[in-house]
Every structure is written in structure tokens, then in C-alpha cells.
């Protein structure tokens, strides 16, 4: 019996760090479910991308599916989807978020960018790992269905450790999900299931655009040994070592893709 086509399921694809690693994953033979909240051309183009990007042309599939993570209803409804499209999957790449869409000060910013952001950013990867952990163990007993060893990788942020006073909201979200790793890499390595956090640090992508000349500056000043700005395929490239299989006897592991930022130097 032979085992089927790898399947990642990837979500906020449509952009950004996302969509690099679609594509970075389509280029080793992957199928993607390019997963988005509304940016329907956004997918679209991600789709197309992933099409060329593909070793052999029409050999892996790429869907697009819209579901707002931080709703049970679309999580539940997203994972059908997969499964509808693909039959299975054997990658679950947590990576959609998104930053308050006002940069506050922690002394008056409010609760409404808070709740969205831990919606967002942590309850909605904690549940859909939950839910593709469940679906990949039930599986396991299911001996017609031979697959591959899953794995879970979850995108954070260097803000999981670095204290910004206008944005706590987010610094908050992401050190809350930094948690998931830990936690769903010890429940699961029984079932053979591998959980890595990629930490990268500032990326080029539509959620930088608004401070890049901020971020230009500390770039050139310094702010990460490696003076430049990270790219989505930087993130895509580490997610296709964990995709590979490079670190079978590694799980709860952070890669930080930050040009050496969480270093500490005197
Ligand atoms: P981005 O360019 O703003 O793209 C965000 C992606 O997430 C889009 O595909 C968007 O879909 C999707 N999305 C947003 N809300 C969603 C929801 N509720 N359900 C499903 N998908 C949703 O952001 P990015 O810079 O690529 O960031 C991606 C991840 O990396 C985030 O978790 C972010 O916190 C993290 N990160 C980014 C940086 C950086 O410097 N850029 C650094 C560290 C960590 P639509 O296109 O449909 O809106």
C-alpha cells in the first residue's frame, strides 16, 4: 500500500509569511489548503503561485479555503474541507494572525483589540491543533488509512519575549501561544506526532508595512546581527525542514528565524 501525497494545511496563507510558506512547500511536492479570512484574490494569487512553484505541474493540489480561525463553527468547517479535498492531511501549519489594527499605549488601550487578538492569535491555533490531533489519532487506529508522521508548527514572534509598550496586546497573545508547543508536543509524542514553534523576528509582509521606516532604521542600527529584513521564504524554508522530517528526535522545539535578534550582546 502505498502512502498518499503529503498535505499541509496552512492558515492565513493568502499573504505574507503564509503564503511564502505555501509556496516553499508546494516547491518539495506538497498539496496546500491555502487557508484566508477574506482576501479572496489574495488566495487566489497564492494558489497560482503554489501551481508554478510545483516540481511537477498538476501532480499536488492547491484549494483555497475561507474560515475565520477564531470561530468554532469555521475551524470545524475548515477541517471538513480538507479532508473533503484532499482526504487527509499530515501538516498543520498555525500561522495566521494579525496585530491590533491601533498600536496603543498598554496605559490606555482596550479590551475589544485584546479579546480580538486572543481570539485571533491564540484560542484559534490551540483549538484547530486540538481538533487535527484528534482527527490524525482516530486515524492511527484506522488501519485502511496508512499516512505519513503529522506535525504541527506553530508561527509566534519574537514579541513573545520583547516588551512593546504600544502593542501589549499582541506581545501578550504571543507569548500565550508559545505555550501550545510545550504542551501539545508532550500530549502527542506517543502518537508520533512532532510540535515545533517557529519564532521568526521582523519579516517583510502587509503587517509590517505601516512601521517600515521604523524598522529600516533599527535594522541598519543594529537591532539583529544580521542587518536586514526577514522574507516570508526565510520562514518557508525552516518550515520545509520540520516538513522533511530533519528533526525526527527533536519536538517542543523553538527555531527562532530572527537574524540572531534573540541574541543577547554586550
Ligand atoms: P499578514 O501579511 O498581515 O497576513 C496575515 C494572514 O493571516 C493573511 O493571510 C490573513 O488572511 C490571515 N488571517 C488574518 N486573520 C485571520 C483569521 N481570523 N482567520 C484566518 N486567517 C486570518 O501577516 P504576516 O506578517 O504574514 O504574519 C503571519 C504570522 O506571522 C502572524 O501570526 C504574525 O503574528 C506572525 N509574525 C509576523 C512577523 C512580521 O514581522 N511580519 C513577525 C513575527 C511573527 P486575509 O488575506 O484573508 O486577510
Same mark, same amino acid.
Given at each position: 500500500?502505498?502512502?498518499?501525497?503529503? +498535505?499541509?494545511?496552512?492558515?492565513?496563507?493568502?499573504?505574507?509569511?503564509?503564503?511564502?510558506?505555501?509556496?516553499?512547500?508546494?516547491?518539495?511536492?506538497?498539496?496546500?489548503?491555502?487557508?484566508?479570512?477574506?482576501?479572496?484574490?489574495?488566495?487566489?494569487?497564492?494558489?497560482?503561485?503554489?501551481?508554478?512553484?510545483?516540481?511537477?505541474?498538476?501532480?499536488?493540489?492547491?484549494?483555497?479555503?475561507?474560515?475565520?480561525?477564531?470561530?468554532?463553527?469555521?475551524?470545524?468547517?475548515?477541517?471538513?474541507?480538507?479532508?473533503?479535498?484532499?482526504?487527509?492531511?499530515?501538516?498543520?501549519?498555525?500561522?495566521?494572525?494579525?496585530?491590533?489594527?491601533?498600536?496603543?499605549?498598554?496605559?490606555?488601550?482596550?479590551?475589544?483589540?485584546?479579546?480580538?487578538?486572543?481570539?485571533?492569535?491564540? =484560542?484559534?491555533?490551540?483549538?484547530?491543533?486540538?481538533?487535527?490531533?484528534?482527527?490524525?489519532?482516530?486515524?492511527?487506529?484506522?488501519?485502511?488509512?496508512?499516512?505519513?508522521?503529522?506535525?504541527?508548527?506553530?508561527?509566534?514572534? +519574537?514579541?513573545?519575549?520583547?516588551?512593546?509598550?504600544?502593542?501589549?496586546?499582541?506581545?501578550?497573545?504571543?507569548?500565550?501561544? !508559545?505555550?501550545?508547543?510545550?504542551?501539545?508536543?508532550?500530549?502527542?509524542?506517543?502518537?508520533?506526532?512532532?510540535?515545533?514553534?517557529?519564532?521568526?523576528?521582523?519579516?517583510?509582509? $502587509?503587517?509590517?508595512?505601516?512601521? =517600515?521606516? =521604523?524598522?529600516?532604521?533599527?535594522?541598519?542600527?543594529?537591532?539583529?546581527?544580521?542587518?536586514?529584513?526577514?522574507?516570508?521564504?526565510?520562514?518557508?524554508?525552516?518550515?520545509?525542514?520540520?516538513?522533511? $522530517?530533519?528533526?525526527?528526535? !527533536?519536538?517542543?522545539?523553538?527555531?527562532?528565524? $530572527?537574524?540572531?535578534?534573540?541574541?543577547?550582546?554586550?
Amino acid at each position: 500500500m502505498t502512502n498518499p501525497p503529503h +498535505v499541509a494545511l496552512v492558515t492565513g496563507a493568502s499573504r505574507g509569511i503564509g503564503r511564502g510558506i505555501a509556496i516553499e512547500l508546494a516547491r518539495i511536492g506538497y498539496g496546500v489548503a491555502i487557508n484566508f479570512a477574506g482576501n479572496e484574490a489574495a488566495a487566489r494569487e497564492c494558489r497560482d503561485l503554489c501551481q508554478k512553484a510545483a516540481p511537477k505541474a498538476g501532480r499536488s493540489r492547491f484549494e483555497i479555503i475561507q474560515a475565520d480561525i477564531s470561530k468554532a463553527e469555521d475551524r470545524k468547517r475548515l477541517l471538513e474541507s480538507v479532508k473533503k479535498n484532499f482526504g487527509s492531511f499530515d501538516l498543520l501549519v498555525n500561522n495566521a494572525g494579525v496585530a491590533p489594527s491601533v498600536r496603543a499605549d498598554i496605559l490606555e488601550a482596550g479590551e475589544e483589540s485584546f479579546d480580538r487578538l486572543i481570539a485571533i492569535n491564540v =484560542k484559534g491555533p490551540y483549538f484547530l491543533t486540538q481538533a487535527a490531533a484528534n482527527s490524525w489519532i482516530a486515524s492511527l487506529h484506522d488501519a485502511k488509512q496508512p499516512g505519513h508522521r503529522p506535525k504541527i508548527v506553530t508561527i509566534s514572534s +519574537v514579541s513573545a519575549f520583547t516588551a512593546s509598550v504600544n502593542r501589549g496586546d499582541y506581545c501578550v497573545s504571543k507569548a500565550a501561544l !508559545s505555550m501550545l508547543t510545550p504542551l501539545f508536543a508532550t500530549r502527542l509524542a506517543e502518537y508520533g506526532i512532532n510540535v515545533y514553534e517557529i519564532r521568526p523576528g521582523i519579516i517583510a509582509t $502587509d503587517m509590517t508595512g505601516p512601521v =517600515k521606516a =521604523k524598522y529600516d532604521k533599527l535594522i541598519s542600527e543594529g537591532i539583529a546581527p544580521i542587518k536586514r529584513w526577514g522574507t516570508p521564504e526565510d520562514i518557508g524554508r525552516a518550515v520545509v525542514a520540520i516538513a522533511e $522530517d530533519r528533526f525526527p528526535f !527533536s519536538t517542543g522545539e523553538v527555531i527562532n528565524v $530572527d537574524g540572531g535578534f534573540h541574541l543577547r550582546r554586550l
